[in-house]
């Protein structure tokens, strides 16, 4: 099934409007944090900073082992 998230723009296109870009002849179109509040992306930022680690405190050592066998089961099937 095709993903009919966005518009798709050709390599080309795409490529030439990098360039415009980066050599300043035209604005980019959208800044990379608008409609953000600077607040909540700190807020964010810092509880995803320190959630793994309260989070591993509170695990016994049979948990952590589980936890990490299954995140490294799911890395290598993503790979496949």
């Known amino acids: 099934m095709p993903n ?3 518009k798709r723009l050709d390599l080309s296109q795409l490529a030439k409007r990098i360039v415009d870009e980066a050599t ?3 604005e980019r179109t ?4 608008e409609g953000k509040d600077p607040a909540a992306v700190a807020l964010g930022r810092k509880g995803g900073l320190k959630g793994g ?3 591993a ?3 016994t050592k049979e948990q952590r ?3 990490a066998r299954k995140a490294a089961k799911a890395r290598w099937h993503k790979s496949k």
């Open 4 to 6: 009919r998230s966005g």
């Open 24 to 26: 300043g002849q035209i």
């Open 30 to 33: 959208t800044p990379p944090n």
């Open 53 to 55: 680690k309260a989070r």
């Open 57 to 59: 405190a509170r695990m």
């Open 65 to 67: 082992s589980r936890s």
